[in-house]
């Protein structure tokens, strides 16, 4: 494996800051194998995103804009890295852990006929050989992966775990990637949104969760909400709260959720429960608001303040706030 | 229709597992196999459709796994699907996705299917990209992260999760589709689904049966384990009991000072 090849994941225009991450991480990665290093852009908006990428300095990046990659999700960003990865021959290979980078790593994986690891929270290089550290079973055990008999190892990321920095000198080249005349089986309509723009809990260095505590739905946008804001985060929840309909599945933290690394995890009247615990037990610092000072969540909160949410949450973002005009 | 749940067997996900230092294997003394409960949406979505379709449209559970997973299969039976293919094989250990994928392929081009639905993801190994290498490897369209799913037959129109909301999607059979826990609430099986369980048929298939040519298990896989490592627990920290607000948000904002967080 030589070069590094980088997905980088758009939305309407705007790169994905976890694609830029990984850009960032593909220049080491790429010096130490010898190789270059590509950036591979697709789907309405394709060109806007490869502008805003070059500052991140990967060799090339390859365009595949229109036609029918306007009209459809998945599909046809496949076929663009299918393509960019056919060119440049045995590679590494990195795509953001997202739904879409998901997608489009395994199926890419599948038609190299290559290794793929998942959920990858670190990636180096010793020996010219690549391997890869994944969290599993929820955190409990740490496994490093290398890929053997493959040309291509596909590697999804976790969001948050590189810093995304631009790089001393930008790209130095954009080419347009001209995808195969093809029919697609499946037809897809425009994106119905019923969420404002927020962040994401997967990409979020800053996750403020809401759970039973809360008593109901109200909290999440009169608590928890302008909390996350203060901080630049986004918002969470136990799987207690989302089962109880107070807040989309979408915000679910666990392991029938989504597993995060932020660098602060605020739970707010979440017990902590193993269930909850594996996906939020990588965060770097882990802070809890709970009336009761027996809950699970006591014995690995790097914080734990036991009083009344209620009072203690507004307070809190009044003051993150006031800090933040000054 | 013919319908395919793909399901798995996992760790209790409710038990604190941990991992032998030792064999640096999972302890499985005290920890019981489950149903995948990401599986147990995609087996209610199936059963939905059947129901609704009304017109002999069949509900067949798979799961590639040793015969032990036999247990967890007649729980997915009990819910009501009509019968279950097992492919086991010891070959097949040390399977990574692409092995899994490839020999999961092999055994449903074998059973047929118009429809395949997988849950998101399993609660072990957690990859979520097990559903879309199938799709490819089986040459069909894969339509994930599914909320919503209607089907005329030939037709599969479903609603995908986006970021941000949801796209209207529709696809020809035959096709793989995984959905996500926002689809259903999964039933649970009754006393009469338990007692006819036990008298569905469980086809087993090991790889003999199939025709997969690649190498398998550990010998075919494109990845291997080189270290398995146990994290440092977290300890407990600081625990500062609250008179009010004032003093609880004093604490927690102090200490994210501390931290350089703020």
């Known amino acids: ?326 | 229709m013919k319908i395919i749940v793909t399901v798995k067997l996992v760790p209790d996900t409710n038990a604190d597992k941990r991992i032998d230092p030792g064999t640096k294997r999972l302890v499985r003394t005290g920890v019981e196999n489950v149903l995948n409960p990401f599986d147990e949406y995609a087996i209610e979505a199936a059963l939905q459709l059947r129901e609704k379709r009304n017109d002999g449209s069949t509900v067949t559970i798979f799961t590639m796994a040793p015969e032990s997973g036999k247990e967890i299969v007649r729980k997915a039976l009990a819910m009501g699907a009509d019968d279950a293919v097992m492919l086991s094989d010891p070959k097949l250990e040390g399977s990574d996705i692409a092995g899994t994928a490839h020999a999961m392929a092999a055994a449903l081009k074998k059973t047929g299917f118009d429809l395949i639905l997988c849950g998101t993801q399993s609660t072990d190994a957690i990859t979520g990209e097990v559903p879309g290498f199938l799709a490819e490897v089986l040459g069909v369209p894969g339509l994930t992260y599914v909320r919503k799913l209607d089907s005329d037959g030939t037709t599969i129109n479903a609603q995908r999760e986006t970021d941000l909301g949801y796209v209207d999607v529709s696809v020809a059979t035959p096709a793989l589709v995984s959905v996500t826990k926002a689809i259903n609430e999964p039933r649970y099986p009754s006393l009469k689904g338990i007692m006819g369980a036990k008298k569905k048929e469980i086809k087993m298939f090991s790889l003999a049966d199939v025709d997969f040519t690649r190498a398998a298990g550990s010998d075919g896989a494109k990845t291997e384990l080189l270290e398995l490592a146990t994290p440092p627990a977290r300890q407990k920290g600081r625990v500062v009991n609250a008179a009010d607000g004032t003093e609880g948000a004093g604490a927690i904002f102090d200490f994210l000072r501390e931290k350089k967080l703020l």
């Open chain 1, 1 to 326: 494996m030589r070069d590094v090849i980088v997905f980088i994941e758009q939305r309407a225009g705007a790169p994905r800051r976890v694609s830029l991450e990984l850009a960032t991480k593909a220049q080491d990665l790429a010096t130490a194998l010898g190789g270059k290093t590509h950036g591979v852009v697709a789907g309405a908006g394709a060109s806007q995103a490869a502008e805003a990428t070059k500052a991140f300095g990967l060799g090339t990046l390859h365009v595949a804009e229109g036609g029918v990659t306007a009209e459809y999700l998945i599909d046809p960003l496949v076929d663009a890295l299918e393509a960019a990865a056919k060119a440049a021959g045995p590679a590494l290979i990195l795509v953001p852990n997202t739904m879409i980078g998901r997608d489009v790593g395994s199926r890419v994986a599948a038609r190299l006929d290559a290794g793929i690891t998942s959920d990858a929270t670190d990636v180096t290089v010793a020996n010219g050989k690549v391997s890869t550290v994944s969290p599993k079973l929820g955190g409990l055990t740490i496994t490093t992966c290398a890929f053997k008999n493959t040309e291509y190892g596909v590697v999804s990321v976790r969001p948050n775990v590189f810093a995304a920095k631009p790089a001393a000198s930008p790209t130095s080249s954009l080419e347009t990637l001209t995808l195969p005349a093809k029919k697609y089986g499946m037809k897809m309509g425009a994106e119905v949104e019923e969420a404002a723009p927020e962040l994401g809990v997967e990409e979020a260095s800053t996750v403020v969760s809401g759970g039973r505590g809360l008593g109901g739905p109200e909290p999440f946008t009169t608590l928890i909400k302008p909390l996350a804001e203060a901080l630049g985060g986004a918002v969470g929840a136990s799987r207690a709260a989302v089962d109880a309909g107070w807040i989309p599945h979408a915000h679910q933290v666990g392991q029938t959720g989504k597993t995060i690394s932020p660098s602060l995890y605020i739970a707010v009247g979440i017990s902590g429960a193993i269930q909850h615990k594996v996906g939020m037990r990588t965060a770097g610092t882990i802070v809890a608001i709970n009336k009761d000072a027996n809950v699970p969540i006591a014995d690995f909160a790097d914080l734990l303040v036991v009083g009344d949410l209620f009072q203690i949450i507004p307070e809190l973002t009044k003051r993150v706030e006031a800090e933040k005009v000054h």
